[in-house]
């Protein structure tokens, strides 16, 4: 249901924000105050393309924001997850759009950026919107069928036939890609087999080239190094004056010390490691020296390695990693092609297979709505007749699909015969405005239970009727508001006398602008607002408006 509703600069609005309630809502006022900026308010959120015009006149922008509550949120859940955006956890959906006058126009969805598409996809299941407007559900044949499935309590066929049909589609997808896409002559498939080889016999290993490049340029340096190290071995061991040579006498000289005073040692602590260490020195010197010397066959094989290395990153990827992702992929279309034929046996068997799961859920279903379409059509007659349809036929008719489709093995059409005599045609085709809300009210009512659309919008479907058919539309509405919530825009007493709330759209000049606003109307004020709605403030038409309210 709708929450809220929030409209800041839009036409005559100014500022207004709508709390409403459940069941039937009625909407008055005179012709002109504004009411029609409801409907247009609620398009936009639905995500109708916006007029620059709508914006109020001295204003750069205006908003439209819509809170819904959606405790069956499935599809509404899946449409925003298809389209990158995070589920209605909190129960609450918050659409909101901007409209600016310099042409960047902005939608969001529970805070966050979205497109007048998911706009459009969120409003079938949001809003049902009749009168001379869009959202006409009854038109869609898609809607149709769904409406007849819950009549018949399909939901699990519906289910089943939906996931054989997607396998179904992807396997054919699967098949035509690869019975077009993946033809390769001969030459193609030498080049594959070639770059496969070529990887392979390379033998890449992905950790191998940093240690390759580092061993390299230490060999490229290694003249130099090797005579540093012989440097640094000569001042410490290798001269009579070498550092440990005279670290040697110096020991003896400091032994000789501790012998003579045993207190000498406490000078001479630290000169022992400092020994160690310089000895350690020595040796892993040496052992640095013996790696410097590289054969020189060895820095060949090295530089060999390096280029190669380098070819195939520059042929297939900058890194050793890229290369052999692409020998993956390469090897992987190669026995793709070759092995094409086995692979095209394989998924022509699984179509058929696929075709006949498809058709035997599509039969299953097929028989639900068979069985399930008379007693929709009974029960959507009865609700007519009760709305002045009186010698109105309504039929549904299910057509056989020449193969299966996205919701089943058949079509239906809502047949409708207004006037006696004339034969039935598609509702889609024939019935006006007027008709078809009054249908739609009477498919609604027979689908009280079982339809998940919560909010109905009635944009003066009670034009053209009055006295007791205008009775009997207010009480199917009122009914109906058990199950749903309706907003019904209205000029007729008897439909906004049987509303559960009531609210006046009212249109005020102040300082020279026109505003319009609206407030909710109870006790005598709601009185006066019916009493309006008859034609006069005579005692007649009060008393009148009283009787229609049920009050004294």
């Not at 839009?10 to 409907?39: C, N, P, R, Y």
């Not at 015009?53 to 819904?68: N, Q, Y």
């Not at 949120?73 to 609450?92: F, H, K, M, R």
């Not at 109870?522 to 005692?539: N, S, Y």
Request: glycine share 8%; aromatic share 4%.
């Amino acid at each position: 249901m709708l929450s809220s509703l929030t409209i800041r600069n839009l036409a005559l609005v100014e500022s207004l924000t709508w709390e409403l309630d459940h069941g039937l809502v009625a909407v008055t006022g005179e012709t002109g105050a504004g009411k029609s900026i409801i409907v247009g308010a609620l398009k936009l959120v639905l995500g109708e393309r916006a007029d620059r015009g709508l914006i109020r006149t001295g204003e750069d922008h205006c908003t439209v924001e819509a809170v819904f509550d959606t405790k069956k949120a499935t599809e509404i859940n899946a449409v925003l997850q298809n389209a990158g955006l995070e589920p209605c956890d909190s129960g609450q959906l918050i659409i909101k759009r901007v409209i600016s006058a310099a042409g960047q126009n902005r939608q969001f969805i529970n805070c966050a950026p979205a497109t007048l598409h998911v706009l459009k996809a969120l409003g079938q299941f949001l809003v049902d919107l009749h009168g001379p407007h869009e959202h006409q559900s009854l038109n869609s044949r898609d809607r149709q069928l769904a409406m007849l499935d819950a009549a018949a309590g399909a939901g699990s066929a519906v289910a089943a036939y939906e996931k054989s049909y997607c396998q179904w589609r992807e396997t054919a997808a699967e098949l035509e890609e690869l019975s077009t896409s993946e033809r390769a002559t001969g030459q193609e498939l030498e080049l594959l087999r070639f770059q496969v080889d070529e990887i392979d016999t390379a033998a890449l290993k992905p950790d191998e080239e940093e240690p390759l490049l580092q061993r390299h340029k230490m060999a490229s340096n290694s003249a130099r190094l090797i005579e540093f190290t012989t440097q640094a071995l000569g001042i410490l061991s290798e001269s009579d004056t070498s550092v440990l040579t005279q670290l040697g006498e110096l020991r003896r000289v400091l032994r000789d010390m501790e012998r003579t005073d045993r207190g000498a040692a406490e000078a001479t602590t630290g000169f022992e490691n400092a020994f160690v260490e310089l000895e350690d020195l020595e040796r892993s010197l040496a052992r640095y020296q013996e790696r410097l010397e590289i054969d020189p066959r060895e820095v060949l094989e090295i530089e060999d390695r390096i280029n190669a290395i380098e070819t195939l990153k520059r042929k297939y990827g900058g890194t050793i990693e890229r290369v052999l992702d692409h020998r993956d992929a390469a090897a992987a279309k190669l026995t793709k092609i070759e092995s094409r034929g086995e692979e095209l046996g394989r998924l022509t068997k699984a179509l058929a297979a696929a075709r006949e799961t498809v058709t035997s859920a599509g039969t299953a279903l097929g028989q639900l709505r068979k069985k399930a379409a008379p007693r929709l059509a009974k029960e959507v007659s009865r609700h007519l007749g009760d709305l002045g349809f009186l010698q109105a036929k309504f039929t549904t008719e299910l057509n056989t699909l020449p193969q299966p489709g996205s919701h089943g093995l058949e079509e239906i059409d809502f047949m409708f015969a207004p006037n006696p005599g004339e034969p039935a045609k598609p509702l889609r085709v024939i019935a006006s405005s007027g008709e078809m809300s009054r249908v739609m009210l009477a498919v609604k009512s027979a689908l009280a239970k079982e339809d998940d659309i919560s909010l109905l919008v009635f944009d003066e479907i009670d034009a053209n009727v009055g006295g007791e058919i205008a009775t009997a539309v207010g009480r199917k509405m009122a009914e109906l508001g058990a199950t749903h919530q309706l907003i019904s825009i209205t000029h007729m007493p008897q439909v906004a006398a049987l509303a559960a709330c009531h609210f006046v759209v009212s249109k005020a000049v102040k300082g020279e602008r026109t505003f319009s606003g609206l407030c909710r109307v109870e006790g005598e004020t709601r009185v006066d607002e019916i009493t309006r709605m008859l034609g006069g403030k005579a005692a007649s038409a009060t008393a009148h408006a009283r009787t229609l309210l049920g009050v004294d």
